[in-house]
C-alpha cells in the first residue's frame, strides 16, 4: 500500500491570501513515462468529491486558474493563488501509480 | 451528459452482505480506459477507496478489504454492483461511485455520483 500524508490537517485562511497544502507519499509516484500519478480533489461541504489536479499538475477542465498542482516523486503541493469563499471544504490527494489511496483531508475554512 | 447514481438498502443488520449499485449514464464501460469506482466515506472521516473494475473486466480492490468485496458490470444496463460482506457498524458512511478514466494524459476520477447512506445497526 502507497500511505499519503497532507498537511496541515486544518487551513484557516483569509479570502484574497495564498494557501498551500502538501501532500508527501511513502513511495514514489513518478512513473518511467514521466507521468506523476498523483491527483488532487476537493469535497465542498455537502457534496461530492470534484477533481481539481491531475497527474501531478494538469488543472481539470473548469477548475480556476488560482488551483495549481505542483511536485514530483513523492512531494506534492496544492496551491491556491488567492482565496475565494467558495475554495471552502476538504481538499484530498490521492496517488494512483498502485491501486488508489487517498491522504486524510485538509479541512479550508475562512478566517 | 454523464451522471453515476448509487443505491442501496439504507440499513443492513451486523454480519449481513450489503449490496450497492452504480447505474450510470453517458458512457459506455465497454470503452478502452474507462472504469468505474466505489469509494467510501465514514462520517467525518477521510476519503476511502473500495474497488474498481474496467472496460475489460479487470478488477482491483483495497487490500485491507480485499475479502470482503466483490465487483461486477453489466454492461447491458449500465450498472456495477459491489458486494461487501459481514457488515459491522464501522462500515457505515456514504458510498460513491465515480468514473474512472485511465487513457493517456487523461488519469481521473469524475464524475462523481451523489452518494448513498448506509448506516448498520441491529
Known amino acids: 500500500d502507497i500511505v499519503m500524508s497532507q498537511s496541515p490537517l486544518s487551513l484557516p485562511v483569509t479570502p484574497g491570501e495564498p494557501a498551500s497544502i502538501s501532500c508527501r507519499s511513502g513511495?514514489?509516484?513518478?512513473?518511467?513515462?514521466?507521468?506523476?500519478?498523483l491527483e488532487w480533489y476537493l469535497q465542498k461541504p455537502g457534496q461530492s468529491p470534484q477533481l481539481l489536479i491531475y497527474?501531478?499538475?494538469n488543472r481539470a477542465s473548469g477548475v480556476p486558474d488560482r488551483f495549481s498542482g505542483s511536485g514530483s516523486g513523492t512531494d506534492f503541493t496544492l496551491k491556491i493563488s488567492r482565496v475565494e469563499a467558495e475554495d471552502v471544504g476538504i481538499y484530498y490527494c490521492?496517488?494512483?501509480?498502485?491501486?488508489?489511496?487517498f491522504g486524510q483531508g485538509t479541512k479550508l475554512e475562512i478566517k | 451528459q454523464i451522471t453515476l447514481k448509487e443505491s442501496s438498502p439504507t440499513f443492513v443488520k451486523p454480519t449481513e452482505t450489503l449490496t450497492l449499485t452504480c447505474s450510470f449514464s453517458?458512457?459506455?464501460?465497454?470503452?478502452?480506459?474507462?472504469?468505474v469506482g466505489w469509494i467510501r466515506q465514514a462520517p467525518g472521516k477521510a476519503l476511502e477507496w473500495l474497488a474498481i473494475?474496467?472496460?475489460?473486466?479487470?478488477?482491483r480492490y483495497n487490500p485491507s478489504l480485499k475479502n470482503r468485496l466483490t465487483v461486477a458490470k453489466d454492461t447491458s444496463n449500465n450498472h456495477v454492483v459491489l458486494t461487501m460482506t459481514d457488515m459491522d457498524p464501522v462500515d457505515a458512511g456514504t458510498y460513491f461511485c465515480?468514473?474512472?478514466?485511465?487513457?493517456?494524459?487523461?488519469?481521473?476520477?469524475?464524475?462523481w455520483g451523489q452518494g448513498t447512506p448506509v448506516t448498520v445497526s441491529s
Open positions: 465515480a468514473r474512472r478514466l485511465v487513457i493517456v494524459d487523461s488519469y481521473w476520477f469524475g464524475p
Open positions: 453517458g458512457f459506455s464501460l465497454t470503452t478502452p480506459g474507462v472504469g
Open positions: 473494475i474496467y472496460w475489460d473486466d479487470s478488477k
Open positions: 513511495r514514489s509516484l513518478l512513473h518511467r513515462n514521466g507521468n506523476n500519478y
Open positions: 497527474l501531478g499538475s
Open positions: 490521492m496517488q494512483s501509480l498502485e491501486a488508489y489511496s
